[in-house]
C-alpha cells in the first residue's frame, strides 16, 4: 500500500500571516471595485453647477422698496436657488424716473440673462420692447392685455406673463373709501402721470365714480418728482377735502415725499398699496405687492426648467388689504368711523 506523505506543518504565526494576506487582498479587491462604481458619481458631482441668472428692473432704488426684491427672493429660495450657488440677480433701478426704463431693459438684454423680473407694468413694456426672446416674468397694476403686454390673460403669447393687480377696477373702490373715510368730503384730488398709460384709464374710472357719489373730481397732473409738492398746494389752494395717489414709477418710489407733502397741506390721502400706508399716508387699499414678488418666482423656476410664458396664464390677485395709519389720522385731525376701522385688514398706529 502507497504511504501518503504528510503536509508540511505551518507554523501559526504563518497561517495568521496568510490569512491576513488573503483578507488584504480581498479587502483591496472590494474597495477597488466600489471606487470603480463610484467614479461616474463623482465625475457626475464635479460637473459645474448651472447657474440661473435672472434680470430685475425697478422703478425705485434699492432702498425704496427692499421687501419687494426681498419677497422676490424668498419665493426663489423655496424652490432651491440660492445666490451665489446656483443664483446670479442682475439689477437695475429706474431711481424714479422712468424715462431711463428702456436703457436699463436693454442693458439686461446686453448682459443674457435667462429671464427678466420685471415690477411694474411700464418697466415690463419697457423690457417688452427690449426683446422678443428672452422671457418677462411681470408683477403690477393695469390691464396687461390692454396695455398690450399679452394677447389675454388665459393664454398671453409672446414671451411675457405674470401677476396683475387690475388696478383701474380698484380705482372706484379707492375713490369710495376715501368718501367713507372723509364722509364730509365734497371736492376730491385725482393725482397722476399724464405720461403713465395705466394712470390715464385709473382717472377715468376714479372720476366716474366720483361724479356718482356726488364728489367733484380734481385732477392734478404731475410729470417729475419735483412736481409733487406743488400738485398738494395745488391741491389745497382747489379746496380739496381728500386726494387719491395713482400708483406709477413716480409716485411708488417716491412715497416719502408724498407723504410730507400730504402731511402739511393737511391732505387725507389713500395709496394703491400698503406701502403708501406704511410710508404714511393716511390709508391703502390693494392687493399685496410682495406676495405677488414671491408668487412671481414659481414661473421664474418654470421657464427655467423649460415652460414657455405663452403658455402661463397671467394670474390675478386672490385677496385685498385695507390698511388704515392711525398716527396720520391724528397728524391731520381726523376721526376715522368705527364702522370703517372694523374693515381694516391692518391698523397702524
Known amino acids: 500500500m502507497k504511504r501518503r506523505t504528510p503536509m508540511p506543518r505551518v507554523p501559526g504565526a504563518a497561517q495568521a500571516r496568510l490569512a491576513g494576506t488573503r483578507d488584504l487582498a480581498r479587502r483591496d479587491f472590494i474597495v477597488a471595485l466600489g471606487a470603480a462604481a463610484a467614479w461616474p458619481l463623482a465625475a457626475r458631482a464635479q460637473q459645474p453647477v448651472r447657474i440661473a441668472k435672472i434680470g430685475h428692473i425697478e422703478s425705485g432704488l434699492p432702498s425704496s422698496s427692499p421687501n419687494l426684491l426681498a419677497a422676490f427672493r424668498q419665493g426663489l429660495r423655496e424652490l432651491g436657488y440660492v445666490e451665489g450657488q446656483n443664483l446670479f440677480i442682475e439689477r437695475r433701478y429706474a431711481e424714479g424716473r422712468e424715462e ?139 379746496r380739496a377735502d381728500a386726494a387719491l395717489v395713482l400708483s406709477s414709477p413716480l409716485t411708488f418710489p417716491n412715497r416719502p415725499r408724498i407723504v410730507e407733502s400730504a402731511l402739511r397741506a393737511l391732505m387725507p390721502t389713500l395709496g394703491a398699496l400698503r406701502e403708501y400706508a406704511e410710508a404714511g399716508v393716511l390709508m391703502s387699499y390693494g392687493p399685496s405687492y410682495a406676495d405677488h414678488c414671491r408668487r412671481a418666482a414659481t414661473y421664474v423656476d418654470q421657464i427655467l426648467k423649460g415652460a414657455k410664458p405663452a403658455d402661463l396664464p397671467v394670474q390675478l390677485p386672490t385677496t385685498f388689504e385695507l390698511v388704515i395709519n392711525l398716527k396720520t389720522a391724528k397728524a391731520l385731525g381726523l376721526d376715522i368711523p368705527a364702522t370703517l376701522l372694523a374693515r381694516a385688514d391692518e391698523v397702524i398706529e
Open 100 to 238: 431711463r426704463l428702456p436703457q436699463l431693459a436693454e442693458e439686461l438684454v446686453q448682459f443674457g440673462v435667462d429671464v427678466i423680473f420685471a415690477i411694474g407694468p411700464p418697466q415690463a413694456l419697457a423690457a417688452a420692447k427690449a426683446t422678443n426672446r428672452i422671457p418677462i416674468v411681470f408683477v403690477g397694476g393695469g390691464d396687461p392685455v390692454a396695455m398690450g403686454l399679452v394677447k389675454s390673460l388665459a393664454r398671453p403669447g409672446g414671451n411675457l406673463t405674470g401677476l396683475t393687480f387690475v388696478t383701474v377696477e380698484l380705482a372706484s373702490k379707492r375713490m369710495q373709501l376715501l368718501k367713507d373715510a372723509v364722509p364730509i368730503a365734497k371736492r376730491v384730488a385725482v393725482l397722476w402721470n399724464p405720461n403713465n398709460v395705466i394712470n390715464k384709464l385709473e382717472l377715468e374710472e376714479a372720476t366716474t365714480t366720483a361724479e356718482a357719489l356726488g364728489l367733484t373730481p380734481l385732477p392734478i397732473e404731475i410729470r417729475v418728482l419735483d412736481d409733487i409738492e406743488g400738485a398738494f398746494i395745488a391741491m389745497a389752494r382747489q
